[in-house]
Structure formats: C-alpha cells, structure tokens
C-alpha cells in the first residue's frame, strides 16, 4: 500500500510555518501499519497543485492532501481537484445548511465567502469535519483515492482518525484491530530507555509472528515517549499480548512515568490534588510563568490552584540564597500567606555568561504542605531555555511525586553534579 502525504499552501512551502501536520499524520500512518512513500509540499498555485495531484494520482495507492479547504482565495483544493477529476464543482446544500448551523449556535452570520467550503467536486465522497467549516471529500485521480483534509490541526486529526485511517486500512486490505500504548517518562534519556526495556520478550524481533509488540521511543525534552504499537485479529487478542508487556514497562520504568497516553504530567498533578481536595500555591523565578501556565488553564484548576507568584529576582520571593532551606523556607511562607493546602517554590540560579549549550544552572524546589517541607536540588547543563524548561519539569514531577508518595529525590539523567 503507496501512501502519499501532499501538504498545501504558501506558509508551509516558505517555512513561514511549521509543518506539524505532516509529522502527525506520518506517525500515525506507521503506527496503524502502513508506510509513507511520498511526502509532497505545494504552494498555492493552481498549475503547481494539479500537477502534483496528477503526479501522485500516477505513483501513489491512497493521497491525504492537507490544507486549502478554506474560503479565501488562496484555498483551491476543491477546484483543482475538480479539475483533476474532469468534473464541475457542486454546491452542497447540506454541508451549506451544517455552516449556517455552526455559525447560528455562535450568535454570528455567515460570512458570504464561506460558501465557497460548500463547493465539492461532483463526484466526491463526503467526508465529515464534525468541529469545523471545512469540508472533507475524497475523489479517485488516477490510479490513487484521494482525501482532503483541513490544515487546522484539531480538525484533522480527528478526520484522519475517525475516517481517513479507517478507510484507507480497508483499501489496503490489513486485517484485525490496531493500538498504540504511550508512556510518558522525565528523568530518562531514549538510550537508557531502550536498555531498560529491549530485552522484553515481546519486543524482540525474533519473537513468533503474531507475539511481537513494536517498542518506539520520540524524545522531545524534557519528556521522553514510549510507545507500543501492535496488530492483533481482534481485542481480545490484543489485549492478552498487551497487558503482560504493558505491566514490565510500568515495573520497569517505575517512577519515572509521569502519564500516560493521553494524559499529561500537569493533568495527573491536578488530578490527584483534586483527588485529595487539596490545594496549590506556586511560585517561580525566572521560569516566566511557565509552572503556573501549565496548570491554571486545565479543566477543574478553578477549584485547586489558589495563587501564582512569578518572580525574576530571590528577593522577591523573600530569600537571599537559591538553596534548598531558603527554597523549604519560601515554600511554607508561600503556603501561610496563600491559604494553600499545598506550596510549591522554584529557584533557578542561571550561570552568567552568553548562552552556550556548556552552561547550566541550579535548581532548588521546595515543596510545603501540613506535615512540613521537603526540597529537591538539582543542577542541569545546557542553554537558557533547556534549564528553563527542564527545571519546570522537574518542579511539577516533585509535586506528583510528593502527592503519590514517591521519593522527590530520585536522580535523573539531565542533572550534572
């Protein structure tokens, strides 16, 4: 099965923006077992795009086309599909009325160029787009099926997931039921991961057809992702193979796993304050604000986060010194003054000098709550934004760690002595 990635549109072909959309929809091509052959970026023009649609249609079994489904000028996937096709554009009075619906619930009235995102090849196959205006299709040109997808990403994944995958997995002929396991980890780097785990039975490549689970791992600091990808005849099945090699990664990886699959390192902390009917004051220095951004916009945060203190200098913070007692000491005076059941502190003393990937700096995390406080201090190597960002990471690990139970100085991989 020849699957093509086409992406489209002047800001992706000039860098102007992050094509993030294509690295998503390769992964999760390869995660359902089926490979990327091709991967194509087209600018807004129409000469340019059709022939690239030509030339996939000639190469390729199935194409996803991203982007220009909107109603700008710029936005000419459905024409020049329609004239891939050799067919008139038509007007969908359904997918007209679902606009008119969506811009109606929102109190608004549809702009008249929306009307264009009705407009479809005559002889395409309807694609739903279930939270958003631009419409899905899919027509044949060539030799290769092709699906139109939105270049807004949320709209995407949900259309690539709910109905490109299916259908594309049903031309390609693969049997049984797919899954991808994902283990989020901080503290680890891919190498000890990969050591940590490559011995599984289930993960060799000499394991018995139908026995062996795909390990992956994407690294993208501070965390660190292992995924399990594997195919079975059915959930049943899936399920026997899986949950043996899902228990000896957990054991395995231990306290290193923040999360899981969906959830996020922030979204667990919250949880479990929740959980507990507790609350959390923080504050930070130097971070920017990054510790609270990742909790105060979570579902929920309304009822647990009670205060936010950014800081870019201690004496702000009440101390003298980024070290573990004035860190414990800020900490229980950030809870005192908060009314917080809980209170997290973070000091960062960054090396002075031009930012160099040789630099680094000390981290001391103090976390307070009714039974006293406990710190953590470490030191990372790296530029500005790498300790930084790491030293968020680490504050909101202690704090799962501490509302879990599990020891908050567990040494990680990034920190140097």
Same mark, same amino acid.
């Given at each position: 099965?020849?699957?093509?990635?086409?992406? *489209?549109?002047?800001?992706?072909?000039? @860098?102007?923006?992050?094509?993030?959309?294509?690295?998503?929809?390769?992964?999760?091509?390869?995660?359902?077992?089926?490979?990327?052959?091709? @991967?194509? *970026?087209?600018?807004?023009?129409?000469?340019?795009? +059709?022939?690239?649609?030509? =030339?996939?249609?000639?190469?390729?079994?199935?194409?996803?086309?991203?982007? @220009?489904?909107?109603?700008?000028?710029?936005?000419?996937?459905?024409?020049?599909?329609?004239?891939?096709?050799?067919?008139?554009?038509?007007?969908?009075?359904?997918?007209?009325?679902?606009?008119?619906?969506?811009?109606?619930?929102?109190?608004? #009235?549809?702009?008249?160029?929306?009307?264009?995102?009705?407009?479809?090849?005559?002889?395409?196959?309807?694609?739903?787009?279930?939270?958003?205006?631009?419409?899905?299709?899919?027509?044949?040109?060539?030799?290769?099926?092709? &699906?139109?997808?939105?270049?807004?990403?949320?709209?995407?994944?949900?259309?690539?997931?709910?109905?490109?995958?299916?259908?594309?997995?049903?031309?390609?002929?693969?049997?049984? #039921?797919?899954?991808?396991?994902?283990?989020?980890?901080?503290?680890?780097?891919?190498?000890?991961?990969? =050591?940590? /785990?490559?011995? $599984?039975?289930? &993960?060799?490549? %000499?394991?018995?057809?139908?026995?062996?689970?795909? +390990?992956?791992?994407?690294?993208?600091?501070?965390?660190?992702?292992?995924?399990?990808?594997?195919?079975?005849?059915?959930?049943?099945?899936?399920?026997?193979? /899986?949950?043996?090699?899902?228990?000896?990664?957990?054991?395995?990886?231990?306290?290193?796993?923040?999360?899981?699959?969906?959830?996020?390192?922030?979204? !667990?902390?919250?949880?479990?304050?929740?959980?507990?009917?507790?609350?959390?004051?923080?504050?930070?220095?130097?971070?920017?604000?990054? +510790?609270?951004?990742?909790?105060?916009?979570?579902?929920?945060?309304?009822?647990? &986060?009670?205060?936010?203190?950014?800081?870019?200098?201690?004496?702000?913070?009440?101390?003298?010194? !980024?070290?573990?007692?004035?860190?414990?000491?800020?900490?229980?005076?950030?809870?005192?003054?908060? @009314?917080?059941?809980?209170?997290?502190?973070?000091?960062?003393?960054?090396?002075?000098?031009?930012?160099?990937?040789?630099?680094?700096?000390? $981290?001391? $995390?103090?976390?307070?709550?009714?039974?006293?406080?406990?710190?953590? =201090?470490?030191?990372? #190597?790296?530029?500005? %934004?790498?300790?930084? $960002?790491?030293? *968020?990471?680490?504050?909101?690990?202690?704090?799962?760690?501490? /509302?879990?139970?599990?020891?908050?100085?567990?040494?990680?991989?990034?920190?140097?002595?």
């Amino acid at each position: 099965m020849r699957v093509e990635i086409l992406c *489209t549109g002047d800001e992706i072909l000039t @860098g102007k923006t992050i094509n993030t959309n294509y690295s998503h929809m390769a992964r999760r091509l390869v995660e359902v077992g089926l490979g990327v052959h091709w @991967g194509t *970026t087209v600018g807004d023009d129409r000469e340019s795009l +059709l022939k690239a649609f030509h =030339q996939a249609g000639e190469r390729a079994d199935a194409v996803i086309v991203n982007g @220009g489904l909107g109603p700008t000028v710029d936005d000419l996937s459905q024409e020049v599909a329609a004239q891939a096709c050799g067919v008139e554009l038509v007007r969908s009075e359904y997918w007209m009325k679902r606009m008119e619906e969506s811009y109606a619930r929102r109190g608004r #009235v549809m702009p008249p160029n929306n009307v264009k995102q009705a407009m479809l090849p005559a002889n395409a196959e309807f694609i739903d787009n279930p939270i958003g205006t631009a419409c899905g299709f899919a027509v044949t040109i060539g030799k290769a099926r092709f &699906f139109f997808t939105p270049g807004v990403p949320r709209e995407m994944r949900r259309m690539l997931d709910e109905q490109v995958l299916p259908r594309i997995l049903a031309m390609s002929g693969i049997k049984g #039921v797919t899954k991808l396991k994902r283990f989020h980890t901080f503290g680890i780097g891919e190498s000890r991961a990969d =050591q940590m /785990l490559g011995d $599984i039975a289930a &993960f060799k490549e %000499d394991a018995k057809e139908g026995e062996r689970i795909k +390990l992956g791992f994407q690294a993208h600091y501070p965390q660190l992702e292992t995924k399990l990808a594997l195919r079975a005849d059915d959930d049943a099945a899936l399920s026997a193979l /899986l949950a043996p090699a899902e228990a000896e990664v957990r054991k395995r990886l231990g306290n290193f796993i923040v999360a899981e699959d969906e959830q996020t390192l922030e979204g !667990v902390v919250l949880g479990k304050l929740l959980e507990k009917g507790a609350t959390l004051a923080t504050a930070e220095m130097i971070t920017g604000g990054h +510790l609270a951004a990742r909790l105060a916009p979570l579902a929920g945060a309304e009822r647990a &986060f009670r205060r936010g203190v950014v800081a870019r200098d201690i004496a702000e913070l009440g101390v003298t010194a !980024v070290a573990p007692d004035a860190a414990a000491a800020a900490a229980k005076a950030l809870r005192a003054s908060s @009314g917080a059941s809980h209170a997290l502190v973070l000091l960062l003393e960054l090396d002075e000098g031009p930012d160099r990937p040789d630099m680094g700096g000390t $981290i001391c $995390i103090g976390l307070a709550d009714e039974g006293g406080a406990v710190t953590r =201090q470490a030191r990372l #190597v790296g530029g500005r %934004d790498w300790v930084r $960002i790491g030293a *968020t990471e680490l504050g909101l690990d202690c704090l799962r760690r501490h /509302l879990l139970g599990l020891p908050v100085d567990e040494r990680i991989d990034f920190e140097r002595r």
